[in-house]
């Protein structure tokens, strides 16, 4: 089974399949659990780049041999620090909602014309 | 030297001094934001004036790249790095006599981080580190979109939330699928190493970076938030949404497109989705009602126009873009700011509420129809230049067609912009008299005269635009300055 193509498929199945749900649910909620998924999605894929199949972490000692890429990792540790500030923003506007308007459904937001 | 980081530096420090001291002296944050923008402008200037000499590079960590972070500022990224910083300096002029929006502390906080993120994308080299500030200026500006706590700023906040975001996430797939094909993330290395790389990972590549910055430069079909932010969040900060945020999102645009695109695809794409968006949002200013919300149509508009014209991809062209521009962004802050002077004192949002307001208020009726009449092109006015420059452009291409769809655009522009000043100047005994501190109009007053200055001169300002369509032009002289070096 070849590693590599199979966390390719997973990452960019992720990424269709949140912005799938962000695109088409309409719970608000569900479309900032949605926008969740398609990041983990991004993450997972940047992983990948720099993925070698059996490699260790790039720690510099005798034995080593081969070592995966630590760029990728390091762009992840950020792009999942940005990932939850803008989930904590988007709950924090979604709590506001709710509290004016009592609802989460994007049709019952009287304003929310795309 | 004047080092680029001192301007990230500064900003940071400012932003979170407010944070700090706020607990123990109140009211202080309007002034630490205009004290912190003003010197960011100052070390911003002396950086643009002397990367017009020679560009200025600034390395991180020791390492030259493309083995580390690096901030470059070169004639095209000194042009909008002036263009967002002078304008945001003017924003946070006017806050200082207009009331911020609560709580204030917090507000300018976010306002100095939005002008560091939109700074920072403007300069950085680094693909990642774009992302990291694309990052700082989207969240902030989300947050201050959806400060005022009212229905419609929060229903416009999570809307550009969520499409920026899925927009952001898009852009880092494409990082993703750049860093594995050339290993680097340096976009000038990037650039060098394109002609080898798969060419269907770098198309897909290329169409998600079109489609992330499409997004934040307010580009049709992803362009659904912009009328709700703009219209909910507060005129100061609609303000900053045209003339800041949509400024570093359409610099970012350009710079990758250009640095990376093949040429006639590139134009192809720009073009069609650019006059698209003029056209559509033109058409829907049309039938607004409210004031806000038609500048706001205008102004996605206007980004189109300006997208579009950049696709044309001649140095004329390029010059006329960015002259338009630099037009669009002061002619469009100067009316939010009227606007928010105008529902500060009277409380009004509709188009019919404006009758005979400018009749009354002679100042403001003034600084009203210059700002109006620049955006039009009305001759002996810094627009006049630009658009014609825009028509000469495309006309000496040949595009045709697309000339005559910029006309009929502009021509729908002025209809409602001329019923707008009919309005204005209508006679109503009603109308009110609203009282203007000086020093919230400094701002539109200094608007206003660089609008005559450049109306009357445009060779002042002319060979600035003509340094960056050049710097933009040659993409090779962008590689080899940043790697050759």
Known sequence: MNGGAMFYGAAIALIIGGIMIAATKRNLIKIIIGLNIMETGVNLLLITTGYISGGTAPIMNKTWTKVVDPIPQALVLTAIVIGVAVTAMALSIVVRIYEKNNSLDIRKIKEMRW | ?485
């Not at chain 2, 030297?1 to 500064?10: D, E, G, H, R, W």
């Not at chain 2, 019919?352 to 208020?361: A, E, H, I, M, S």
């Open chain 2, 1 to 485: 030297m004047v080092n680029p980081i001192l301007i990230i530096a500064i900003s940071l420090f400012g932003a979170f001094f407010i944070a700090l001291i706020s607990p123990f002296v109140k009211r202080t944050g309007k002034i630490i934001a205009f004290l912190t923008i003003g010197f960011d402008l100052y070390i911003g200037a002396s950086l643009a004036l002397k990367s017009l000499r020679t560009p200025v590079i600034a390395y991180t960590a020791g390492f030259k790249p493309p083995f580390s972070i690096n901030l470059v500022v070169e004639p095209f990224s000194a042009v909008f790095l002036l263009i967002v910083l002078t304008i945001g300096f003017l924003i946070s002029l006017y806050y200082l006599a207009h009331p911020g929006e609560e709580p204030e502390d917090k507000f300018f906080t976010l306002l100095i981080l939005n002008l560091m993120g939109a700074s920072g994308i403007i300069m950085t080299g680094d693909l990642f580190n774009l992302f990291v500030f694309f990052e700082i200026t989207a969240i902030s500006s989300y947050a201050l979109v959806s400060i005022r706590k009212q229905k419609a700023s929060l229903e416009g906040g999570i809307k550009y939330l969520i499409i920026s975001s899925i927009g952001s996430s898009l852009f880092l797939v494409a990082i993703a699928l750049l860093y594995g094909q050339t290993g680097t993330l340096n976009i000038a290395d990037i650039a060098a190493k394109l002609p080898f790389i798969n060419k269907s990972v770098a198309l897909v590549a290329f169409l998600l970076i079109l489609v992330a910055f499409f997004v934040e430069s307010e580009i049709f079909p992803f362009n659904g938030w912009a009328p709700d932010a703009y219209q909910g969040a507060g005129e100061g900060i609609s303000a900053l949404l045209a003339g800041v945020i949509s400024k570093a999102g359409l610099y970012a645009l350009i710079r990758l497109t250009f640095t990376l695109l093949d040429l006639p695809l590139r134009s192809k794409l720009l073009i069609v989705f650019g006059i698209m968006t003029f056209l559509i949002a033109e058409l829907s200013a049309l039938k607004q009602k409210r004031v806000k919300r038609m500048l706001a149509y205008s102004s996605i508009g206007q980004m189109g126009l300006v997208v579009a014209i950049f696709g044309i991809g001649t140095i004329p062209a390029l010059k006329a873009a960015i002259f338009q521009g630099v037009n669009h962004a002061v002619s469009k802050v100067a009316l939010f700011l009227l606007v928010g002077m105008v529902i500060k004192n009277l409380g009004i949002y509709k188009l019919d509420d404006y009758k005979g307001l400018g009749r009354k208020n002679p100042l403001l009726g003034l600084l009203f129809s210059l700002a109006i009449l620049n955006l039009l092109g009305f001759p002996l006015f810094a627009g006049f230049w630009s658009k014609l420059s825009i028509l000469l452009s495309t006309g000496k291409q040949g595009l045709y067609l697309l000339l005559s769809l910029i006309l009929t655009g502009a021509i729908v522009e002025v209809y409602y912009y001329v019923r707008f000043m009919k309005i204005l100047y209508e006679r109503n005994e009603e109308a009110s008299h609203l009282e203007i501190h000086l020093l919230e109009a400094i701002p539109i007053i200094a608007m206003a005269a660089f609008i005559i200055i450049i109306g009357v001169n445009p060779g002042l300002i002319t060979p600035l635009f003509e340094k960056a369509s050049e710097a933009i032009f040659m993409k090779f002289s962008y590689i080899n300055l940043v790697i050759g070096g």
